[in-house]
């Protein structure tokens, strides 16, 4: 259900009832944040990559696609930091005896903040009607100018003790804050403490003759040690881009919230090269590319907002969030982050080869800068399961649960239902599925009513189904049913093939998406 009428529980529910994701070892009680995804989880999954991968790689002459190994050389973790900085700071409740990052704990006590005074804004807004300005109103209310006042005070604190590695300092933060734990209700903190979200693992034949490896805890790395194999080989000039998908793990200690956070989880990224000084300009371009994106999927745009970093990580001069609002609120989908040359360098540094790039209009060699994208294509997932997910109450009564899925995201394209199981309608049915298969993912069914048919069509998302009845062997019609308005129409097997090719097509997103990017 959308994020108004639903909740993360009920996501779940219908998540495994419909074969979308199942925990994982489920038969063995299940591991904590490993999930897999069923038959129908995987075809949304895979359309999800598709559409990124077009937009990103497709429909960009300067970017091309690679598929780097999971495993990787250890000095590739030494060089890009994340063996001596990839810490989360953990803080633990005596009480309730969870716990939880500190930062967030802190960034969700901004969060209230910042929600009393959307409600200030609402209430004025309503007030006022059309004459309200909603800036000025900002910028003259007494409460909403204390409450910004405090905002800024905290945000400044946290980066100033994340900065300087004061753990001390953040859980007296948290203490003077008032934050208490969600479970217990209460401020029994432990101190805080780092804990590196690494996996490691060994390489060797002989217990004696093993070296230390690590599951790759992001994908960017795989791009920059093949700065130069991909430039050299494919020819490409500054600006370009690398794009991959590809896994990564992570030792989550306090993963929750279904697929937001995993120890195991997908990737999609670019990292985009550029003349050194001009990372802010593409920096703001590759901004304004991927919120078009996340439009361009039709949900409604308040449900997206960017948030700027006030702590950079180590590589970077600037970075941002594009943050959706899930069933649990607004949380981080994609980042955008301006790494500077942080990455090359320090891999030439620790691997002693030369990692430039020769500029033959400039006429010498220089270190890149980098802009890179990334996107959870897990959270991509919940976002567009939890945006499309409604129950709906019918003018006839009764209700029903459908997935508002876009068509070309959709993982079943159409499900054809022969009437009844007699007469030579199944016949009819699977010589239709036959000539459909080659190109869409399709569904048969004959069980049940065609009513109970429709209905679990339509929690699946299918956004047709086709009805073969009686007149359909004489003339070669069928009736079509679509899932968002529940309209049924008769038209002839060959109109069916244009419709599904209308529905489906990946490109009207594409370059309505494109119309609306940055030149």
């Excluded at 790039?357 to 800068?369: A, G, I, R, V």
Aim: contains cysteine; proline residues 3%; neutral net charge.
């Amino acid at each position: 259900m959308s994020n108004n009428n639903s909740s993360l529980k009920d996501l779940i529910s219908h998540a495994k009832a419909y074969g979308f994701i199942f925990q994982s070892s489920e038969i063995y009680d299940g591991m904590g944040a490993v999930y897999d995804y069923g038959p129908n989880g995987v075809e949304l999954k895979n359309n999800i990559k598709n559409y990124w991968w077009k937009s990103m790689v497709n429909m960009n002459k300067n970017i091309v696609g690679i598929d780097s190994a999971i495993f990787m050389h250890p000095k590739t973790w030494k060089a890009s930091g994340h063996i001596d900085a990839f810490n989360d700071p953990l803080i633990d409740n005596k009480d309730s005896k969870k716990r939880y990052r500190a930062d967030i704990l802190i960034e969700n006590h901004i969060e209230k903040i910042v929600t009393k005074n959307n409600k200030e804004i609402l209430k004025a807004k309503k007030k006022f009607g059309d004459n309200f300005d909603k800036d000025q109103f900002v910028a003259t209310n007494a409460k909403i100018i204390e409450r910004n006042k405090k905002i800024i005070n905290i945000q400044d604190s946290l980066s100033v003790l994340l900065e300087t590695d004061d753990l001390k300092g953040v859980k007296e933060l948290i203490e003077n804050l008032n934050i208490k734990c969600p479970i217990s209700g209460t401020s029994n903190w432990t101190d805080v403490r780092q804990f590196n979200l690494m996996f490691k693992t060994n390489l060797g034949s002989t217990a004696e003759n093993t070296s230390d490896l690590f599951l790759r805890p992001e994908t960017a790395q795989g791009i920059f040690v093949n700065f130069l194999n991909v430039q050299k080989s494919s020819r490409m000039k500054i600006p370009f881009g690398i794009a991959q998908i590809g896994k990564a793990f992570r030792n989550e200690i306090i993963a929750r919230q279904f697929i937001f956070r995993m120890r195991e989880f997908e990737q999609m990224e670019m990292q985009f090269f550029i003349q050194p000084g001009e990372e802010m300009k593409w920096y703001e371009y590759w901004k304004n590319y991927r919120l078009q994106w996340h439009y361009s999927l039709g949900f409604k745009k308040e449900n997206y907002r960017f948030k700027e970093h006030e702590n950079l990580a180590h590589y970077a001069n600037a970075a941002c969030d594009i943050e959706f609002n899930f069933p649990f609120g607004f949380k981080e989908l994609e980042g955008i982050h301006s790494r500077t040359d942080f990455d090359l360098n320090s891999h030439e540094e620790y691997s002693g080869k030369k990692i430039q790039y020769f500029d033959s209009e400039l006429n010498k060699n220089y270190t890149p800068y980098v802009v890179e994208t990334s996107i959870g294509l897990d959270r991509m997932f919940l976002a567009i399961l939890s945006n499309s997910l409604q129950k709906e109450i019918l003018d006839a009564g009764g209700s029903r649960v459908v997935l508002k899925i876009p068509d070309f995201l959709a993982p079943i394209k159409v499900a054809v239902l022969p009437l009844t199981k007699k007469d030579g309608m199944p016949k009819k049915a699977k010589e239709i599925l036959k000539i459909l298969q080659p190109k869409y993912n399709c569904h048969y069914e004959e069980k049940d009513s065609i009513g109970k048919r429709y209905r679990r069509q339509d929690a699946v998302g299918t956004p047709f189904c086709v009805t073969v009845d009686h007149e359909s062997l004489l003339n070669e019609t069928i009736t079509v049913r679509e899932r968002d308005s529940m309209q049924q129409k008769r038209i002839s097997i060959n109109e069916l093939k244009e419709l599904l090719e209308k529905s489906s097509d990946i490109s009207q997103y594409l370059l309505n998406q494109e119309s609306t990017n940055l030149e």
